[in-house]
């Protein structure tokens, strides 16, 4: 059974910057790619990052050039730094990890997920 388990988030202002780390556990698979989601108060969960085993990273637009994914060599550990952080970052951000190809964007094509970690930012 495989475990992520995401910790880091917090209460930051704006400007200010956080980092999130999801450490996985209990692994059978070879993961394929790692991503961090997150959901804010009645929307829909949204795509923010991914990275592959590859090595190659993906961003939505509302977070490029403010967040880093990465990963350790194995895809152990997957961390987000944010960087300059909005009210509008503020959201529930989930760990993700898929063990075969589909869309990075797609919540459905992520097998596994962490319970989340709350990071709100004031304004």
């Known amino acids: 059974q495989v475990q992520l388990a995401e910790s880091g988030g917090g209460l930051v202002q704006a400007g200010g910057s956080l980092r999130l780390s999801c450490a996985a556990s209990?692994?059978?698979?070879?993961?394929?790619?790692m991503a961090w989601f997150r959901q804010a108060p009645g929307k829909q969960r949204e795509f923010v990052a991914s990275?592959?085993?590859?090595?190659?990273?993906n961003y939505a637009d509302s977070v490029k050039g403010r967040f880093i994914i990465s990963t350790d060599n194995g895809m152990n550990t997957v961390s987000l730094q944010m960087n300059s952080l909005k009210p509008e970052d503020t959201a529930v951000y989930y760990c993700?990890?898929?063990?075969?190809?589909?869309?990075?964007?797609?919540?459905?094509?992520?097998?596994?997920w962490g319970q989340g970690t709350q990071v709100t930012v004031s304004s």
């Open positions: 993700a990890a898929r063990n075969a190809p589909g869309s990075i964007y797609w919540v459905g094509s992520y097998g596994y």
């Open positions: 209990g692994r059978t698979f070879r993961t394929y790619a």
């Open positions: 990275i592959s085993s590859g090595g190659s990273t």
